[in-house]
């Protein structure tokens, strides 16, 4: 039997180049595919603290070459603490794009668990969450989505007893609750913590979004609604209905208002008020004063 042997001695330089280069490329193509499939934090990365890491470069990419973000606006967003008040229609698509943008901490407080109608429009969880607390639901989500940021999730009700203890860790609270008592709570923790707020509200086809700031001169909530309105005029999703896309809608604006909030990017919503009605496709904003006689931060 002939065996056809090859002498590298006497093929040309250009052949024995391609050999090389097809060679390396191929072990280049091993390691890649093998380090693509361990979990990103398998990977070591010899990132000195506080700096990014290639891999949160990559994802951030889009916000890093944005003028009005860049480097300094997305580091910002990654020291920055975020706590969602209520996982429900507007606490979902918020906790999506804060996480998704890079937040460094988000908590998230609610007692209640996933149930069939919320599927309708809680787009963060599915039917294999069904009967689980909404909070680690949304941690696991959450965690699924952005691997470089933390959750902290607070299975229990928000109270005059917890929350200034817990809004006093955070920089901003975004509040997504569905009924007065509670964003009144709400308000009053942030005013009484310095804290600024950022509120929105869903009923039917009509969303409205504030950032409440009163230390930096606007109103709190009470400012503009310091009683609870009589019975019927202010009925809850459950109660009324809501389209389910609304709450991704003004979730999303909340969302984008706590970003520029954070990074000082553009003009946010404080001392403003915006109204969408998706039925007719119309959005309107208007100002919203401070009340010298507001009993909560007047």
């Not at 040309?12 to 391609?18: A, C, I, N, S």
């Given at each position: 039997m002939?065996?056809f042997?090859?002498?590298?001695?006497h093929l040309?330089?250009?052949?024995?180049?391609?050999l090389?280069?097809?060679?390396?490329?191929?072990?280049?193509?091993?390691?890649?595919r093998k380090?693509r499939?361990?979990?990103?934090d398998?990977?070591?990365?010899?990132?000195?603290?506080?700096?990014?890491?290639?891999?949160?470069?990559?994802r951030?990419?889009?916000?890093?070459?944005?003028?009005?973000?860049?480097?300094?606006?997305?580091?910002?967003?990654?020291?920055?603490?975020?706590?969602?008040?209520g996982?429900?229609?507007l606490?979902?698509?918020v906790?999506?794009?804060?996480a998704?943008?890079?937040?460094g901490?988000?908590?998230?407080i609610?007692?209640?668990?996933?149930?069939?109608?919320?599927?309708?429009?809680?787009?963060?969880?599915d039917?294999?969450?069904?009967?689980?607390?909404?909070?680690?639901?949304?941690?696991a989500k959450?965690n699924a989505?952005?691997?470089?940021?933390?959750?902290?999730?607070?299975?229990?009700?928000l109270?005059?007893?917890?929350?200034?203890?817990?809004f006093?860790?955070?920089?901003l609270?975004?509040d997504?609750?569905?009924?007065?008592?509670?964003?009144?709570?709400?308000?009053?923790?942030?005013?009484?913590?310095?804290?600024p707020?950022?509120?929105?509200?869903i009923?039917?086809?009509?969303?409205q979004?504030?950032?409440?700031?009163?230390a930096?001169?606007?109103p709190?909530?009470?400012?503009?609604?310091?009683?609870?309105?009589?019975?019927?005029?202010?009925?809850?999703?459950?109660?009324?209905?809501?389209?389910?896309?609304?709450?991704g809608?003004?979730?999303?604006?909340?969302?984008a208002?706590?970003?520029?909030?954070?990074?000082?990017a553009g003009?946010t919503?404080?001392?403003?008020?915006?109204?969408f009605?998706?039925?007719?496709?119309?959005s309107?904003?208007i100002?919203v004063q401070?009340?010298?006689?507001c009993?909560?931060?007047?």
């Open positions: 002939n065996i042997r090859i002498n590298a001695n040309p330089d250009e052949f024995v180049f391609v090389l280069l097809v060679f390396g490329v191929g072990i280049y193509i091993y390691f890649l380090y499939r361990v979990p990103v398998q990977i070591p990365e010899e990132t000195p603290k506080g700096l990014m890491s290639d891999t949160e470069i990559e951030y990419a889009r916000h890093l070459i944005l003028r009005e973000v860049g480097g300094a606006g997305q580091q910002k967003l990654r020291k920055s603490k975020v706590l969602v008040i996982a429900g229609g606490g979902s698509p906790l999506q794009y804060l998704a943008a890079g937040v901490t988000l908590g998230v609610d007692d209640d668990i996933v149930s069939l109608s919320n599927l309708q429009r809680q787009v963060l969880f039917e294999d969450q069904l009967d689980m607390p909404k909070v680690f639901a949304a941690e959450l989505l952005n691997p470089h940021i933390t959750i902290r999730p607070y299975n229990r009700r109270s005059q007893e917890n929350a200034q203890d817990l006093a860790d955070y920089d609270v975004m997504g609750t569905d009924n007065y008592k509670t964003r009144s709570l709400v308000n009053a923790a942030c005013v009484a913590g310095v804290t707020l950022i509120s929105g509200a009923s039917q086809w009509e969303g979004v504030s950032l409440f700031d009163p930096n001169g606007t709190c909530y009470a400012c503009i609604f310091p009683e609870e309105p009589a019975d019927g005029l202010a009925p809850s999703c459950a109660q009324a209905g809501v389209m389910g896309a609304l709450p809608i003004i979730g999303s604006i909340m969302a208002e706590a970003i520029k909030h954070i990074t000082g003009q919503l404080a001392g403003e008020m915006l109204i009605d998706a039925l007719y496709g119309e309107r904003k100002g401070k009340s010298a006689e009993s909560v931060c007047g």
